[in-house]
């Protein structure tokens, strides 16, 4: 069974203020990908990152694939209260079509 | 990616009952998920629908406990059965959508929200 186990599990920030989250497996996955959730809503896809070591922007977002493709990052530069929410990464790998999704960091970002 | 509703949006039933969500798309897709989120957690699959064959339930989760249907490439529904409070719960449908397994992708649903008394 794959496991994504992500850390934290909860963040209070200030707006201005940085931070990251991890997403870490014993697993290779052959894509990661990363969700926000907001109250009341579906997760949101925000980034799949395919390939080893790769890093993608996303405005002050940036997301990072481990070089063996089991763990990921997710930087936040100036969190903003918009920002606030749940974040899953998802792997997928295994079975073509399923996902595994991690453990979830809760974020919350406050003026 | 493709647009997806969910009907109803939050319902609170009684325990013992049934309820029957249903998933629209506004494409034809191969693969439809339904996912259960209790309060503050990550999210679990419960099954798989394909249309034209039998969904495929994952580990913890019965064919008669959440019946699913899948009659058309646009359209799922999934069924609470004989419900309990154990079964309060966000339900959440997706789609998959990738030519390949490293581009596969899925898109959700806005979630129906079940309390049961």
């Known amino acids: 069974t794959q496991l994504l186990e992500q850390s934290p599990q909860f963040l209070s920030i200030q707006e201005g203020e940085n931070l990251t989250v991890y997403c870490n497996s014993s697993?290779?996955?052959?894509?990661l990908q990363w969700y926000r959730q907001e109250p009341g809503e579906g997760p949101v896809l925000l980034v799949t990152?395919?390939?080893?070591?790769e890093v993608k922007k996303l405005k002050r977002l940036t997301f990072q694939f481990g070089d063996a493709r089991k763990d990921s990052s997710l930087h936040i530069t100036a969190a903003q209260p918009g920002d606030t929410g749940l974040y899953l990464c998802a792997g997928a790998g295994g079975t073509a079509s399923k996902l595994t999704f991690g453990t979830g960091t809760r974020l919350q970002v406050t003026l | 990616s493709a647009v997806i509703s969910q009907k109803p949006s939050r319902d609170i039933c009684q325990r013992g009952t049934s309820l029957t969500i249903q998933c629209q798309v506004d494409s034809q897709v191969t693969m439809m998920f339904w996912y259960r989120q209790q309060p503050g957690q990550s999210l679990t699959l419960i099954a798989t629908a394909n249309q034209g064959s039998e969904a495929t339930y994952e580990s913890g989760f019965v064919i008669d406990k959440f019946p699913i249907s899948r009659p058309n490439l646009t359209f799922s529904t999934l069924t609470v059965s004989n419900m309990s409070p154990e079964d309060s719960s966000i339900y959440l449908c997706s789609v998959g959508q990738g030519r390949t397994v490293a581009r596969y992708e899925q898109y959700f649903g806005p979630g129906t929200r079940l309390t049961v008394t």
């Open positions: 990152v395919v390939t080893g070591g």
């Open positions: 697993s290779v996955f052959s894509s």
